[in-house]
């Protein structure tokens, strides 16, 4: 299973981005899918998640109402479509997989998470 993170770069306050994830290997027809994102000396720390046979999709408290997840069945990719960014928002940030169908107090768990992309540079700055 591979994993190919794209779409990052740097960007004013306000911008938009729109991040992708090619996923190879598996079917996105089950488990969960989901970006984080890790700025210089923090955690890595979930984003959204979605959790594919149940429709839900979860974001972060920092992120909800700016970001969308959404996903393309026929080309097996997933996307972050970020709008309105911060400067807070600058990370290098990741796509992950796991096989689990997770619920919402652990989609947010790295240790959740079998496969990870390479991640993606995303900088907000004026």
């Known amino acids: 299973v591979q994993l190919q993170a794209s779409g990052g770069g740097l960007v004013q306050p306000g911008g938009s981005l729109r991040l992708s994830c090619a996923v190879s290997?598996?079917?996105?027809?089950?488990?969960?899918i989901a970006w984080f994102r890790q700025a210089p000396g923090k955690e890595r720390e979930g984003v959204s998640g979605?959790?594919?046979?149940?429709?839900?999709?979860w974001y972060s408290n920092s992120v909800k109402g700016r970001f969308t997840m959404s996903r393309d069945n026929a080309e097996n990719m997933f996307f972050l479509q970020m709008n309105n960014l911060r400067a807070e928002d600058t990370a290098v940030y990741y796509c992950?997989?796991?096989?689990?169908?997770?619920?919402?107090?652990?989609?947010?768990?790295?240790?959740?998470?079998?496969?990870w992309g390479q991640g993606t540079q995303v900088t907000v700055s004026s």
């Open positions: 290997g598996r079917s996105l027809d089950y488990g969960t």
């Open positions: 992950a997989v796991s096989g689990a169908n997770l619920i919402a107090s652990a989609w947010s768990q790295r240790s959740q998470y079998d496969h």
């Open positions: 979605r959790r594919m046979n149940y429709h839900a999709t």
